[in-house]
């Protein structure tokens, strides 16, 4: 599984007041559609759909054209992660029936929001009884739905989630020249984090290409217990 964030030279990927989340140049836009013509599926939590204008698709042709190339199909799948269901089923995702949307939730999802979200996608998944076990999750995706190469696009309690289950082998990192600040504004991962130094993720820097102001960044995961 692959995670791609840009995030501000302070770490933040969003404004303490969420009033700002887009701010990487046109070439790291680029970026994230050139990865995603590299995944079966995409996937995003409940806050980052529903407070951006995001359709988690392929893009223009020239994309899904490569998305064929690779043998892949020529729209990726998309899956929204929501353990209580508090997606707002107005959101843009929604607006785009171009492949099938998932979403991974646990049993907190009440009955109405089921039957709220139910006609919007194509199929709601059960993963756990409290928390989603990211590890059930994407077995199911692979068994259910062909999923080999899973791109995570945040936001940051999600990929928390993700790091702590082990289950993220690269991370894209696209570090932008500007400083957010503020106590409250979400960072790349965060969530419930690592509680001792045994239990953080330790990265290995793969690439750094410098394109203007910007860094991208390639980190592969180290195993754990190295
Ligand atoms: N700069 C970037 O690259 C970038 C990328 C992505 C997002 N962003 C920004 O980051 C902010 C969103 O980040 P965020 O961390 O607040 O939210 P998030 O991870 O996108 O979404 C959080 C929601 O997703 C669900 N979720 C996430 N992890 C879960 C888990 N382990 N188990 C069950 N449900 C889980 C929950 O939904 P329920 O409440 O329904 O349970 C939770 O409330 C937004 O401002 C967004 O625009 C920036």
Same mark, same amino acid.
């Given at each position: ?162 790091? $702590?289950? @082990?289950?993220?082998?690269? &991370?894209?990192? %696209? !570090?932008? *020249? =500007? ?30 290409? $410098?394109? @203007?102001?910007?860094?991208? &960044?390639?980190? %592969? !995961?180290? *195993? =754990?217990?190295?």
């Amino acid at each position: 599984m692959l995670v791609n964030m840009a995030m501000t030279a302070d770490g933040k990927i969003a404004t303490a007041n969420r009033a700002v989340s887009s701010f990487g140049s046109a070439r790291d836009h680029e970026h994230l559609l050139e990865l995603r013509t590299t995944a079966d599926a995409v996937m995003a939590g409940a806050r980052t759909v529903d407070s951006n204008p995001i359709n988690l698709g392929p893009g223009p042709a020239r994309f899904r054209r490569q998305r064929l190339k690779r043998g892949l199909a020529e729209y990726n799948l998309r899956v929204i992660v929501s353990g209580s269901g508090s997606i707002n089923p107005r959101a843009e995702v929604f607006k785009h029936r171009f492949s099938p949307i998932i979403i991974l939730t646990s049993q907190r999802m009440s009955a109405s929001s089921r039957r709220r979200l139910r006609p919007l996608v194509d199929e709601i998944k059960i993963c756990g009884q409290r928390e989603i076990n990211f590890r059930f999750a994407v077995r199911w995706l692979r068994e259910q739905w062909g999923v080999k190469r899973l791109l995570c696009e945040g936001g940051g309690e999600l990929n928390d989630a993700l790091f $702590r289950a @082990g289950l993220v082998d690269e &991370l894209h990192l %696209t !570090v932008c *020249p =500007r400083i957010f600040g503020g106590r409250g504004a979400p960072t790349i991962v965060d969530g419930l984090g690592a509680a001792s130094l045994p239990a953080t993720t330790l990265l290995s820097l793969k690439s750094a290409r $410098r394109v @203007g102001d910007e860094m991208f &960044l390639v980190h %592969t !995961v180290a *195993p =754990r217990g190295t």
